[in-house]
């Protein structure tokens, strides 16, 4: 991330907490210097590239109201309740302890497969299962936005699966 000033900080997590931590360490009024913050993406699969930080930042009044590329919206209600009915429509399943991956398994796979991870080896797991393995098939938006579709597919069923803690997970589907 960098400031208006030239000072930069690695953020090894995109999240309100470093940002604020950042503008407070550099003395930026985020409020008033908003357009003038940058920050420097570097994704997995592709090349680095900066861009203005308003743009990643979601921001959602009480009144249904949204910043979107420095311009405010309202979500109106019929719209409100188009997500909602779409919302509820969506299957969730109950936590599977058969799905857990074992500590001594996967040590075992990463000898075998030194440049794997957890997330690889659970969906690699479920296409035993009959699961489409799509995980790191990304797509391309608007030549800005790179978005992973998804990790498995299976009967109309789309599974995302992240590593970690998912309060501090940045999901990208």
């Known amino acids: 991330m960098k400031g208006s000033k030239g000072e930069s ?7 309100i907490e470093n940002v604020r931590a950042y503008c407070k360490e550099q003395e930026i009024d985020l409020g008033k210097q908003l357009n003038s913050l940058k920050i420097t993406i570097k994704p997995e699969n592709s090349k680095s590239r900066t861009e203005n930080l308003r ?12 910043l979107l590329e420095d311009r405010w919206h309202r979500f109106n209600l019929s719209y409100l309740e188009h997500l909602d009915q779409l919302i509820d429509k969506i299957r969730i399943e109950t936590y599977n302890s058969a799905n857990d991956i074992h500590k001594k398994e996967f040590e075992k796979y990463l000898k075998a ?3 794997s991870y957890v997330e690889k080896y659970f969906n690699e797991l479920r296409t035993k299962e009959g699961y489409v393995n799509k995980d790191r098939f990304f797509l391309k938006l608007e030549k800005r936005y790179t978005i992973e579709l998804l990790d498995l597919y299976k ?3 789309y599974l995302f699966c992240e590593g970690g803690n998912p309060s501090k997970t940045i999901l990208c589907y």
């Open 155 to 157: 009967d109309k069923l």
């Open 113 to 115: 497969n030194p440049k």
């Open 9 to 15: 900080m690695k953020l090894d997590e995109f999240n």
């Open 55 to 66: 743009d990643y930042i979601d921001f959602i009044s009480d009144s249904y109201e949204c």
